[in-house]
């Protein structure tokens, strides 16, 4: 049975510009292996595939492997704080990931507060993936879910973040920051 993983490898420069060029090279490299998505942040590059086991690792060896994550793992931490982690790293897809299954199950405040967050994650991820239009879009419809809101939730200052997000949102660009 096929496991999702999330390879995080050292990134030396490369930009969301070369997405296409990364992707269609991690393609060939992983031959054999049903490669889902790679995004790329600041100082890692994130891939996404489908494996029975880890034998796709001796096939990136010639890149730093930072952390490997079996999503079919049982998370052991505090949800919250993880996902917390998981942004300031620029994950913003496993952040997203982390946080959509509680979002399902909430309802009014909570709901839309988790919605906006996992907007706000999503843009970046489309950030990461050289699609900035996209991603400024995404990042206004996160804006009104958490505009109405102020002070902490969880682990998370909304203030803070509902500030950052309007100057991005000002400035007309996504620049990543720490929650």
Same mark, same amino acid.
């Given at each position: 049975?096929?496991?999702?993983?999330? +390879?995080?490898?050292?990134? &030396?420069? =490369?930009?969301?510009?070369?997405?296409?060029?990364? @992707?269609? =090279? %991690? &393609?060939? !490299?992983? +031959? #054999?292996?049903?490669?889902?998505? !790679?995004?790329?942040?600041?100082?890692?590059?994130? !891939?996404?595939?489908?494996?029975?086991?880890?034998?796709?690792?001796?096939l990136l060896n010639e890149f730093? !492997?930072?952390? +490997?994550?079996?999503?079919?793992?049982?998370?052991?931490?505090?949800?919250?704080?993880?996902?917390?982690?998981?942004?300031?790293?620029?994950? %913003? $897809?496993? @952040?997203?990931?982390v946080l959509e299954s509680l $979002?399902?199950k909430n309802e009014g405040k909570?709901?839309?507060?988790?919605? #906006?967050?996992?907007?706000?994650?999503?843009? @970046?991820?489309?950030?990461?993936?050289?699609?900035? &239009? /996209?991603?400024?879009? /995404?990042?206004?419809?996160? %804006?009104?879910?958490?505009?109405?809101?102020?002070?902490?939730?969880?682990?998370?200052?909304?203030?803070?973040?509902?500030?950052? /997000?309007?100057?991005?949102?000002?400035?007309?660009?996504?620049?990543? @920051?720490?929650?």
């Amino acid at each position: 049975m096929n496991k999702r993983f999330i +390879v995080i490898l050292e990134n &030396k420069g =490369l930009s969301p510009k070369e997405y296409k060029s990364l @992707f269609n =090279l %991690f &393609k060939k !490299i992983l +031959v #054999g292996y049903k490669l889902n998505d !790679i995004r790329i942040g600041n100082f890692h590059i994130e !891939i996404d595939l489908f494996s029975s086991n880890k034998d796709f690792l001796k096939l990136l060896n010639e890149f730093k !492997i930072i952390e +490997v994550r079996d999503l079919s793992e049982q998370m052991q931490k505090n949800i919250f704080e993880f996902a917390k982690e998981l942004f300031n790293k620029e994950r %913003f $897809w496993e @952040f997203h990931e982390v946080l959509e299954s509680l $979002w399902r199950k909430n309802e009014g405040k909570e709901k839309n507060i988790l919605h #906006g967050l996992i907007l706000i994650a999503a843009a @970046f991820v489309h950030k990461q993936r050289g699609n900035d &239009k /996209v991603a400024l879009s /995404v990042l206004k419809r996160a %804006f009104l879910e958490i505009e109405n809101y102020e002070g902490m939730y969880q682990c998370f200052d909304i203030t803070y973040i509902k500030n950052k /997000v309007s100057e991005m949102l000002n400035n007309r660009y996504l620049k990543e @920051f720490r929650i």
